[in-house]
């Protein structure tokens, strides 16, 4: 079965820097287009960024554009979030997700097919 784990997430300082990963399995990775969630706390989950299959296109939220950067290794299964110049309203708990629909629907997804445990991303003032 579909298998997504995250990693990475921790405190940090606003104007700081993380880097999520994402180990997936039970899938043809290199098919599917891939992405990040991220649902704070009293909100609902929302779209964070995208990459297809290629990992040549991404999408963004608008609230992370020029910040977070996307990518993809094919070749070891995972996909990453590097979020730089952080501010407190990024808190929350960051979801790897998988869907069978192509990157460029990503942000209307309101519910991917899959996604994985979470991890928390703090971000102190």
């Known amino acids: 079965q579909v298998q997504l784990v995250e990693s990475g997430g921790g405190l940090v300082q606003t104007g700081g820097s993380l880097r999520l990963s994402c180990a997936a399995s039970?899938?043809?990775?290199?098919?599917?287009?891939m992405g990040w969630f991220r649902q704070a706390p009293g909100k609902e989950r929302e779209f964070v960024a995208a990459?297809?299959?290629?990992?040549?296109?991404?999408y963004y939220a608008d609230s992370v554009k020029g910040r977070f950067a996307i990518s993809r290794d094919n070749a070891k299964n995972a996909v990453y979030l590097e979020m730089n110049n952080l501010k407190p309203e990024d808190t929350a708990v960051y979801y790897c997700?998988?869907?069978?629909?192509?990157?460029?629907?990503?942000?209307?997804?309101?519910?991917?097919?899959?996604w994985g445990q979470g991890t928390q991303v703090t971000v102190s003032s």
């Open positions: 997700a998988v869907d069978g629909r192509k990157a460029a629907d990503w942000p209307k997804i309101v519910e991917p097919d899959s």
């Open positions: 039970g899938f043809t990775f290199s098919t599917h287009a």
């Open positions: 990459i297809a299959w290629s990992g040549i296109v991404t």
